[in-house]
């Protein structure tokens, strides 16, 4: 049984990462990266704190708690534990797999850091947010990012789905026990004028869903242009 998933992950890897040409390697490229998404970081940032910048710090607490719980958990745990070597690494696949600009990442692969981060903010924001549009377009972020990281053939969708899990999990679990449980304390002592989240009653979540499709936009006009090596 176990035999039977390992080979069904490999071939479907190998259907995600056989789409290649020059085009597509280098948005997959800019997009897997890191550098890119600085723009979003920073809106993100303005959107959190300037409505109530005491909530704010609250909010700004717990998103970086949900990646760096998921960002653990992916590579401080799962990955020494499991030792599952990337399909970049492992001697008797990496024949089969494409790779993009020689890059092949660290040993092990499996929980993806990338989908359990990228999940973790995506969930976590739309649970903050309450925007139906900006949860599309978040969920759709982390889809795309998840993809990127198969195309350039680092991961199996076993390690993507791995990652997803632990990125959805993380957040439901810091949003409900923790995040709301702070909020209502802290309203409770008067720091905090009222009682459920501001951020249920703001577009401010547009600006940040508009940013991800501009930053969309640039990377696949702009994407042969860019060479960057940060990943």
């Known amino acids: 049984m176990l ?8 071939t479907v890897l190998l259907f995600f990462n056989h789409f290649h ?23 993100l940032v303005y959107v959190v704190f300037h409505r109530n910048w005491k909530e704010g710090i609250l909010a700004a607490l717990m998103i970086v708690l949900v990646v760096t719980i998921c960002d653990q958990v ?26 993009v600009n020689n890059y092949r990442g660290g040993k092990y692969g499996f929980a993806s850091s990338h989908a359990s981060n990228g999940f973790g903010l995506a969930i976590f924001t739309a649970l903050l947010f309450k925007n139906r549009f900006y949860s599309f377009t978040a969920v759709l972020w982390a889809l795309i990012t998840c993809y990127s990281r198969m195309y350039v053939g680092v991961h199996y ?7 997803i899990v632990i990125g959805i999990i993380t957040s ?20 905090y004028s ?21 930053l969309f936009f640039i ?4 994407a042969p242009l860019f060479n960057f090596r940060v990943h």
Do not use: C
């Open 3 to 10: 035999e039977d998933l390992l080979e069904l992950d490999r």
């Open 21 to 43: 040409t020059l085009y597509l390697d280098q948005v997959m490229w800019v997009y897997t990266g890191k550098i890119i998404w600085l723009p979003l970081i920073i809106v």
């Open 74 to 99: 992916a590579s401080s745990i799962f990955k020494p534990l499991f030792e599952r070597l990337r399909p970049t690494r492992d001697p008797d696949f990496s024949q089969y797999v494409t790779i």
């Open 157 to 163: 969708p076993g390690d993507i789905l791995a990652g």
């Open 172 to 191: 439901f679990v810091v949003y409900k026990y923790l995040y709301l449980v702070l909020h209502r304390y802290l309203f409770t002592k008067g720091i």
């Open 194 to 214: 009222e009682p459920v989240p501001l951020y249920s009653r703001t577009n401010g979540a547009k600006y940040v869903a508009f940013t991800i499709y501009i």
């Open 219 to 222: 990377i696949l006009v702009f």
